[in-house]
């Protein structure tokens, strides 16, 4: 485990590793501004940032972002050196070739300040769903909506 910061305030939320893909060697501003926005809005907190590269034969190479550029574009980095070699490695392996921003935030929505309450009930697991998949459900739940059965043209309830 990565010793936190001396600064570091409070519990750890859920975590997630994401990786975008870069056109450029290095990050594009527009991706560090709107990670700042995310921030700046209460989202995440960005604990860890890398840049990283698989050619076609495999061959895997990385730096870390420069904490001093990223807090002048408004994201302070809260625990660099939290992503490994191996993660790396394994995150690039599911890949394709080529230029990686590969991050990881913190989701600061989830802190019980922030959390759905009602008496009885506490959120204490998220499951998290690729774009792709909700985005399929979405598709589907809606052409589900167009399609009108016999009995609704009837005028009666399907159920």
């Known amino acids: 485990m990565v010793p936190r910061p001396v600064s570091w305030l409070g519990p ?6 994401l990786a975008a893909r870069l056109v450029e060697a290095r990050p594009d501003p527009d991706l560090l501004r709107r990670l700042s926005e995310l921030v700046r809005a209460g989202g995440v907190r960005v604990l860890d940032f890398v840049v990283a590269t698989r050619t076609a034969h495999g061959l895997v190479s990385w730096s870390d972002i420069d904490a001093e550029e990223f807090s002048l574009a408004g994201v302070d980095l809260l625990v660099p050196g939290m992503i490994t070699e191996q993660d790396i490695r394994e995150v690039l392996a599911r890949l394709a070739p080529g230029g990686w921003a590969i991050f ?19 959120v204490v697991s998220v499951a998290h769903i690729p774009a792709a998949v909700a985005e399929a459900a979405l598709k589907e739940a809606m052409s589900d909506e167009e399609g009108v059965s016999d009995e609704e043209a009837d005028g009666e309830p399907s159920w």
Do not use: C, D, K
């Open 12 to 17: 750890l939320g859920p975590v997630e590793f």
């Open 104 to 122: 990881v935030v913190e989701h600061t929505w989830s802190y019980p300040e922030h959390q759905f309450r009602h008496p009885g009930a506490t």
